[in-house]
């Protein structure tokens, strides 16, 4: 009897464990001096005119489309069933903690919207400085429904006056017994364990248990099938499909895709090289591993025209190449970086990101400095600028910062 298991669950932190490697290879690191993976000399095998070019938007948005949030809320749901049931009043506090690309501050965000139950967004920079009276007012201990906390991480400061908030909020928490569901970046639980010593107050947190190379297996698949796209993704370097082709494989791909299913996974499967080489360099985080295999799609040069006469045909298959993992151009910390800029990553990961202003406030930079830097940094596809001016981390970045953060001995996150 095949035996199959949620892709998606929730562990306790102290449970985590980074996806390994494959034996046989060594993982590509961030740092430019990385060694190249070794391989047989083999031609590529790809079409006619042998041309490849990157996927355009149109067929990355059908291969691999956005992943929905929806798998990883159900999960949580799941996951907390027994504490929204509780009512031992040492169980008050929930804590979920998540590293980027792991959307578990939108998973908890998303379910507490959907229970009604009220949200405490984070202050301002200035009203933390200024100790955030009016905000811990909203913490009381007459609701009976949970109150969510989704950005722990953006109530404080590495600033001298940047974590009384958080002492603040935790005696609250402790006089009213408020039932709490709390979100926390990684990075910053790592700091606030690290100055305050949180673990010791709050319990532990759970996590998104990673995404290694047998879940990734089902679920990059799954992602192509969403939209009604069929798609066989193959091995520029040999022509092989990189995924298993089973009919107990694709029986439950295709389940995983229906609607208001939950994606399954067996651990009968053996990932292949590629996909467990995905899975460990970015350390079993999924939007880490999305963005990193969209990285890796091509197609041919014809790509639209075959695409629109093939998906008319519904048993009719597009063959999407799969660059090697040798030959994958990711983004890396360059040699010179320096001082300036190893802080001003480690403090925009530290807060989850932030504006050039609040850098200003926070390091001792000019204005000037910042702005180059940032620059600098975003022309290496490490950072980027979203929605409010908030700089940070990007995702396919993401590993070779952390790597270098590490090799450097900045404080990092148990991710």
Request: proline share 7%.
């Amino acid at each position: 009897m095949t035996i199959y298991k949620a892709i998606w669950e929730y562990i306790s932190l102290s449970q985590y464990l980074k996806p390994n490697a494959p034996a046989s290879e060594v993982v590509r690191g961030g740092l430019s001096s990385v060694s190249r993976l070794l391989r047989p000399n083999t031609r590529l095998v790809h079409s006619a005119n042998g041309k490849l070019c990157a996927a355009p938007p149109y067929l990355l948005n059908r291969a691999a489309p956005v992943p929905d949030l929806e798998q990883m809320v159900i999960a949580l749901e799941g996951a907390l069933q027994d504490w929204c049931f509780a009512k031992d009043t040492k169980k008050s506090v929930k804590v979920i903690v998540g590293p980027p690309g792991s959307n578990v501050e939108q998973a908890v965000a998303t379910l507490g919207s959907r229970n009604g139950w009220p949200r405490l967004g984070a202050p301002t920079p200035a009203k933390i400085i200024a100790g955030g009276n009016a905000w811990l007012e909203n913490i009381n201990g007459d609701e009976l429904a949970p109150l969510v906390i989704p950005q722990l991480g953006k109530c404080f400061l590495r600033h001298q006056d940047g974590l009384a908030l958080i002492s603040r909020l935790l005696d609250r928490l402790e006089s009213t017994r408020r039932r709490c569901l709390i979100a926390c970046d990684s990075w910053a639980w790592a700091y606030l364990v690290k100055a305050l010593h949180i673990d010791a107050m709050l319990p532990m947190p759970l996590t998104l248990a990673p995404i290694d190379g047998t879940r990734l297996q089902f679920w990059l698949p799954t992602l192509a099938r969403t939209n009604g796209g069929h798609f066989v993704f193959r091995d520029t370097s040999n022509g092989q499909p990189i995924f298993l082709v089973d009919s107990n494989y694709e029986d439950l791909i295709r389940r995983n895709a229906k609607p208001g299913q939950m994606e399954a996974f067996g651990e009968w499967v053996g990932a292949g090289n590629l996909v467990k080489q995905l899975a460990a360099y970015s350390r079993g985080l999924p939007m880490v591993a999305w963005n990193i295999w969209r990285e890796c799609l091509q197609v041919t040069p014809d790509a639209k025209k075959t695409i629109e006469r093939k998906m008319a045909r519904v048993d009719d298959w597009y063959t999407v190449w799969v660059k090697p993992w040798s030959q994958l151009p990711l983004p890396s910390v360059p040699q010179s970086a320096e001082t300036t800029e190893s802080i001003i990553l480690h403090t925009l990961l530290l807060h989850g990101g932030a504006t050039a202003e609040l850098l200003e406030m926070l390091l001792p930079f000019s204005h000037n400095q910042v702005r180059h830097t940032l620059n600098q940094l975003m022309d290496a596809d490490l950072v980027e600028v979203k929605a409010g001016n908030q700089w940070r981390v990007t995702l396919l970045g993401y590993p070779a910062v952390r790597q270098f953060m590490e090799n450097e001995g900045y404080l990092v996150d148990a991710f």
